[in-house]
């Protein structure tokens, strides 16, 4: 079983419509937890950490479920920049472990 | 520009031969990481370092690759006899003593072995 399992999509999704990504993680001593956005043939850059609480920036909302071991992200009112791959990331021992992702593409 | 930078972007090889990689890392960043990505994948990690000090290496890296930061500043990856299997996305990352899990990743070296 891998550390961490995406549904690797792709989603196709009109724009302004709500798309939300789902993760889970094998390792219950996982500390951390995060989002990176991975743009066609570029590198991953952070999105949001993710935390029990639940965070929210702007349009995107990130939740933890420790108990489940999963992870969310929301995407509302999405945009055409919102297209690319979105990648779940969970930190194990000081290493981060890095989902396939979820590729997303916002049809006009 | 300060952020992560990696020399050379893109590298064309035959199989056998050695190559290597370079990655300057942010300034003040201590921590330095290598990363492989292939096609349809997320990045998979191979080593770390702190300052000058290698911690771990993963199970990916086969005795063929090499990792170096002699003085804790840029690093290199080299990989001798490279095969075809080696073709991917080869990704650096640099982060802060404050904030290691923040992780500010370079554009990467895109390798292809012939």
């Known amino acids: 079983r891998k550390e961490v399992e995406q549904d690797p999509g792709p989603f196709n999704v009109p724009e302004g419509a709500t798309v939300a990504f789902n993760c889970t993680y094998s390792?219950?001593?996982?500390?951390?937890f995060f989002w990176y956005r991975q743009d066609c043939r570029k590198e991953p850059k952070l999105l949001m950490s993710?935390?029990?609480s639940g965070n929210e920036d702007g349009r995107f909302t990130a939740q933890l479920n420790r108990a489940s071991q999963y992870i969310s992200l929301l995407i509302r009112d999405s945009k055409l920049s919102d297209s690319a791959t979105y990648l779940c990331v969970v930190n194990v021992h000081e290493k981060l472990t890095f989902g396939t992702g979820t590729r997303l593409t916002i049809i006009p | 520009d300060t952020g992560v930078s990696q020399d050379p972007r893109h590298k064309i090889t035959k199989r056998g031969q050695n190559v290597t990689f370079r990655c300057d890392p942010i300034s003040e960043h201590n921590r330095l990481y290598w990363y492989r990505q292939t096609l349809g994948q997320g990045p998979e990690f191979l080593t770390y370092f702190q300052n000058e000090a290698q911690l771990e290496k993963s199970r990916l890296l086969s005795d063929r690759f090499s990792a170096e930061r002699p003085k804790g500043s840029f690093s290199t990856l080299e990989i001798q006899r490279t095969e075809q299997g080696d073709s991917a996305m080869y990704l650096c990352?640099?982060?802060?003593?404050?904030?290691?899990?923040?992780?500010?990743f370079g554009p990467g070296t895109r390798l292809l072995v012939l």
């Open positions: 990352a640099s982060s802060s003593p404050q904030a290691w899990e923040t992780q500010y």
């Open positions: 390792n219950s001593a996982s500390q951390s």
């Open positions: 993710v935390y029990s």
